[in-house]
């Protein structure tokens, strides 16, 4: 049976995930949480996301799957990378390796324990946390893949990103 | 947000970190540098399990972000390869199952950092809220670096020391 209190700041979320144009979810409940599993969908990518809502921490969970998979063996490549890119993002996610099945994971987590559901702020966490998640599994794939080395292309990236940025302002000034 | 409005904000997360008895030492704000968006900090301390540890909060005000670290000084750089892969195996676990709080390695700087951040409210800022966070992350930062610095010291195994601290939960 559903938590009254689950159930409530589901709908929120729900609503939330409308207005972001996600109209399919499916939606799991466990003992602890309520999860509502929905996708985004990029040319070359497929992710799965996931909001988890926890009944014991009042917290959400925004979870990033992409549909990555990595099979090198120098885990310690990996583990330095995904290191530089949560040392070079600072925003409000951080990735991590899925060890188990050798695949990414990019999540966020905001706390409700005192009850206050802030709308903006949780749509503003979703579209964030679905741009950098797009991004950088954009940049793991390109790394799996390419013969460049991985840390020349998160240098162009970061090249590139900045460069975007001063643009932008640009234009908003 | 606007600087003053940052400056509000600011104030009541010191006041949060007084309540929960943590000492702010200093406040700077680093405005209008090239490269580097508007950002008010202070800074505080914490000494849990014999260790000293400095931490950070950060307002950042464009993107509308807070942030509060705690950095643990650690000699990564003598570490060999195979240790340096324990240890990030060890974090990355942490990383995997905390999807609020999460380590950070600065092998240049010699520094491990616990960090959290989070989108600031759009319309109210809740004491409570942040005092909540606040309170596990000030936990779980010294919980998580007792088992890192068993496997730095003691060479346990990264897989044992996860599981072990997952069992205090």
Known sequence: ?173 | MDLNQARILIAQMQACFKEIGVPFVNESEILNQANCTDTIMFRSWQSKNDHLAEIVTSLFIEPNVVEVSINYREEIDRLNESDLEKLFHLLNAFNNWDAAFYWLLLPRDNKLKFRWANLLPARHFSDNQFKSVLKRFLNQGPQHYSYIRRLIYNNEDPDRLFSKMQAEY
């Open chain 1, 1 to 173: 049976m559903k938590d009254k209190s689950s159930t409530k700041l589901s709908d929120k979320i729900k609503s939330c995930l409308y207005e972001l144009d996600f109209h399919e979810m499916d939606e799991i409940s466990e003992n602890d949480s309520l999860k509502l599993i929905t996708g985004v969908q990029d040319d070359a990518l497929s992710v799965l996301m996931e909001i988890d809502c926890q009944l014991k921490t009042n917290a959400v969970n925004l979870r990033l799957i992409p549909s990555l998979e990595f099979k090198s063996s120098d885990m310690l490549a990996f583990y330095q990378l995904i290191n530089t890119l949560n040392g070079t993002l600072m925003d409000i996610g951080h990735f991590s390796i899925n060890e188990s099945d050798k695949g990414f994971l990019l999540q966020t987590s905001i706390d409700y324990s005192a009850g206050i559901f802030d709308r903006e702020q949780m749509i503003e966490s979703i579209k964030r946390i679905v741009q950098q998640g797009l991004e950088g599994f954009k940049l793991l794939m390109e790394m799996l893949n390419g013969d460049q080395c991985p840390y020349q292309m998160l240098a162009s990236y970061m090249t590139e990103m900045r460069e975007n940025l001063q643009q932008d302002e640009k234009i908003i000034h």
